[in-house]
């Protein structure tokens, strides 16, 4: 583990993602080293800028990331793409896993790329992701972008471990922006219109106005400057907007960095993951014990069939904690 800590602070990617591949492990030794390399990088003290990125799919997300990347590595940072996809645990596929797929990135020197892992639980991805995250930090990377789809339980999450929280979203109707979500809208910090190219670049401005309208209706955050949170217009594939788009996040994250905003929502994240990990922990000591679980069998059965109520039978489990 020490060389491999070592190696990984050199910014060696290939000791990198040995790092991520284990930290991916369900094996209990795998655990237990994962555990103790994390440990050993948290020291190098380094910090990313991580921007979290949703979208449906279709709207762009590889096609962005691919050219905002370039944009990145071509300016000299180092950057880390790493995927969410809560639906590849079912499909067995991932949304980074076609390799075509943001092909010249990918080939960047200063480019880390790695798909969704296809593992069981939202929660065991939550847990792989930060810790990949950790590692590219502690790798010296400039910028983690963890990419997901537009699935409200892998957003909430994903905006959970980012220091900035992008929208992509494509051009459309007035009547279509009462598609996007209220809760999702209220996590974004950037909501960027994708597409603002050839005969869509008209209903992209429209999109543009009419979100950042309906972003002016949104209560306002204590850790956003005035203009925040903004909408506009980007082409992913002709390369349009996205130096307004990194600009406007460096100002944001430098904005909240003065404002101590920074420190502060990464210390609450930190707090919530704890508690996350706990409450995982300890599901899965309950699950661990052959009794234990037969009995949260037999009382689910009873709480679906209206024999106990789910309180009831809950502290029945609990009771075996003690
Ligand atoms: P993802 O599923 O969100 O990752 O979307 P992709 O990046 O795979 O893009 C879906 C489709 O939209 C592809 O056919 C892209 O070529 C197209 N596309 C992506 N970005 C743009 C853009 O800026 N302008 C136009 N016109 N098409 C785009």
Same mark, same amino acid.
Request: proline residues 3%.
């Given at each position: ?9 050199? +910014?060696?990617? &290939?000791?990198?993602?040995? @790092? $991520?591949? /284990?930290? !991916?492990?369900?094996?209990? *030794? ?93 929660? +065991?991805?939550? &847990?792989?992701?930060?810790? @990949? $995250?950790? /590692?590219? !930090?502690?790798?010296?990377? *400039? ?101 307004? @788009? ?77």
């Amino acid at each position: 583990m020490d060389d491999l800590a070592k190696r990984i602070a050199a +910014g060696d990617r &290939r000791a990198l993602a040995r @790092a $991520v591949t /284990l930290v !991916e492990s369900t094996r209990a *030794d795998h655990r237990g080293q994962a555990t103790a390399l994390l440990e050993k990088l948290r020291g190098t003290g380094r910090q990313a800028l991580r921007i979290g990125l949703s979208g449906t799919p279709g709207v762009g997300k590889s096609t962005f990331i691919e050219a905002f990347g370039m944009k990145l590595t071509e300016a000299g940072l180092k950057v880390a793409v790493l995927a969410v996809d809560p639906s590849s645990a079912r499909s067995g596929g991932s949304i980074l896993g076609d390799k075509t797929r943001m092909e010249r990135l990918s080939r960047a020197p200063g480019a880390f790329i790695r798909p969704s892992p296809s593992s069981a639980a939202l929660g +065991g991805v939550a &847990r792989r992701t930060r810790e @990949a $995250v950790a /590692l590219c !930090e502690a790798a010296g990377f *400039d910028v983690v972008l963890i990419e997901t789809v537009g699935v409200g339980q892998s957003e909430t999450m994903v905006a959970q471990m980012c220091d900035l929280f992008v929208l992509l979203l494509a051009p459309a109707g007035g009547d279509e922006l009462q598609g996007v979500k209220r809760g999702i809208m209220e996590m974004a910090d950037l909501i960027l219109i994708n597409k603002a190219d050839g005969d869509l670049k008209a209903t992209a401005t429209r999109t543009v106005a009419d979100y950042a309208g309906a972003l002016r209706l949104l209560r306002k955050r204590p850790q956003d400057p005035e203009d925040f949170p903004k909408a506009l217009a980007v082409s992913a594939v002709e390369g349009g907007g996205l130096d307004t @788009a990194w600009d406007e996040m460096q100002a944001l994250a430098a904005w909240r960095k003065d404002q101590t905003w920074w420190d502060r929502a990464r210390a609450a994240q930190a707090a919530h993951w704890f508690r996350e990990e706990v409450q995982n922990g300890l599901l899965a000591r309950l699950h661990e014990d052959a009794d234990i679980r037969s009995m949260m069998g037999a009382l689910a059965d009873e709480v679906a069939a209206g024999a106990q109520t789910p309180d009831a039978a809950a502290a029945a489990v609990l009771d075996k904690l003690r």
